[in-house]
């Protein structure tokens, strides 16, 4: 069996080294022409090292990124919510990591490369179609500077984000995708650790929040990489964003230190952090609505192109990773590439759904949401709020529909 991948990202290269272990070849088309380590901070929560350490790279995540010891949910004026314990603290038996999102996927292609070859990988491929019968997918690409290409498979998988031009094929009326009327405004540089430098902090509602935490050692001692973002809403719900969402946008600098002083931080001086930054990007953050179908024929999506999500509960990625698993495993286990297509959309289709509908509502940081509901201007204990049953409620529940749950990752075979 040969399969087609479309896009280089964190799903499609995890895709391309479960599919060479289960003994599959594939070739990963992008259509950037050279591979770039672009974006800021990411999260891969146990469930995703999990599959990641099957494929033998736990140690080159120990190497980009930092375990993660613990999560503090906070009001955006600073009073914590919620300390909520992270990978092997939590017993876990994995851990869980924050990472630069270029880095990891930096390592991803490296793997590849070594694992499937120098050519597995191949750049300025644009796919503008693809066709299909009983024996064989087509897929075309546009090449800059040279003639088109055609590519015959037996399986075409769409791994090419959420402006995924497989997806604009097979779904031509859906459109853009839908914003939520937050800004996000993000960054990394340099900066003292804090609170032993394996925290993360999420300080804030869905209308005004910030996330800081660390995503690699840094330069000098006593520093971490250190990733943060400040999201807003600057707009209405349903309307369409104000720009193409892209992870290297250049941020407005002006309109961000406007919002920065709505919060407190007493762990770090978050507005100091902001001000080193040299460069900042700025996105829209949008999903889109679930799909009845991914699968048609010898067709498939993957990752963003397949269940495009907001950043809530340190899912995105995540469940690209589990997709790249699950894919795999129908591939290798059905002679028949359609059946096995179906299987892996039936397997994911409804779990991703639901995580993409939990995190329009907040994911599990919905509890800062409520908590800012009923005390808008901090409290001094949190039991007075709200109770710590409720609070726990909310953030399991999310994690049993992600499939992140203690139980889900550390039970034998799954």
């Given at each position: 069996m040969q399969v087609i991948i479309v896009g280089a990202g964190i799903g499609g290269l995890t895709a391309a080294l479960r599919l060479h272990q289960e003994g599959i070849g594939c070739v990963v088309y992008e259509?950037?022409?050279?591979?770039?380590?672009?974006?800021?901070?990411?999260?891969?929560?146990?469930?995703?090292?999990?599959?990641?350490?099957e494929l033998g790279l736990l140690d080159s995540l120990d190497e980009i990124g930092v375990r993660t010891r613990d999560l503090y949910y906070a009001h955006r004026l600073g009073p914590v919510i919620l300390r909520k314990p992270c990978g092997l603290d939590a017993g876990f038996t994995l851990p869980q990591f924050c990472l630069?999102?270029?880095?990891?996927?930096?390592?991803?292609?490296?793997?590849?490369?070594?694992?499937?070859?120098?050519?597995?990988?191949?750049?300025?491929?644009?796919?503008?179609?693809?066709?299909?019968?009983?024996?064989?997918?087509r897929a075309h690409f546009d090449r800059r500077g040279a003639a088109p290409v055609t590519v015959r498979g037996d399986?075409?998988?769409?791994?090419?984000?959420?402006?995924?031009?497989?997806?604009?094929?097979?779904?031509?009326?859906?459109?853009?995708?839908?914003?939520?009327?937050?800004?996000?405004?993000?960054?990394?540089?340099?900066w003292p650790e804090f609170d032993g430098g394996r925290s993360m902090i999420v300080a804030g509602g869905t209308a005004a929040k910030l996330v800081i935490y660390p995503i690699a050692e840094g330069r000098s001692a006593g520093t971490k990489l250190t990733n943060w973002a400040v999201c807003i809403r600057t707009g209405q719900p349903g309307a369409a964003p104000p720009?193409?969402?892209?992870?290297?946008?250049?941020?407005?600098?002006?309109?961000?230190?406007?919002?920065?002083?709505?919060?407190?931080?007493?762990a770090v001086d978050h507005a100091g952090l902001v001000a080193a930054t040299e460069e900042i990007f700025e996105f829209p953050m949008c999903d889109r609505d679930p799909l009845p179908a991914w699968s048609h024929g010898r067709v498939t999506l993957l990752g963003d192109a397949a269940h495009p999500m907001y950043p809530m509960g340190s899912n995105g990625a995540g469940q690209a990773i589990l997709d790249a698993t699950a894919l795999g495993g129908h591939l290798a286990r059905c002679s028949d590439p359609t059946e096995a297509l179906l299987a892996y959309q039936d397997d994911r289709l409804a779990a991703t759904s639901e995580v993409v509908l939990r995190n329009r509502e907040g994911g599990p940081e919905n509890v800062i949401d409520e908590v800012e509901r009923r005390a808008p201007q901090g409290f001094s204990h949190i039991d007075e709020v709200i109770d710590a049953a409720e609070l726990e409620a909310v953030v399991a529940g999310y994690a049993r529909a992600s499939g992140s749950s203690q139980q889900q990752v550390n039970e034998p075979g799954r």
């Open positions: 259509q950037s022409e050279q591979s770039a380590e672009l974006g800021v901070g990411i999260n891969a929560l146990p469930h995703a090292v999990k599959e990641l350490a630069h999102r270029g880095r990891l996927q930096g390592m991803l292609l490296r793997a590849v490369r070594e694992r499937l070859g120098a050519d597995a990988v191949r750049t300025g491929h644009l796919l503008t179609g693809f066709d299909q019968d009983a024996s064989e997918v399986v075409l998988v769409a791994a090419d984000g959420i402006h995924s031009a497989a997806r604009s094929i097979l779904f031509p009326a859906e459109g853009a995708p839908r914003w939520n009327g937050v800004l996000m405004w993000r960054g990394a540089t340099d720009e193409r969402q892209d992870w290297a946008r250049p941020g407005d600098r002006r309109e961000l230190a406007r919002h920065v002083e709505r919060f407190s931080s007493p």
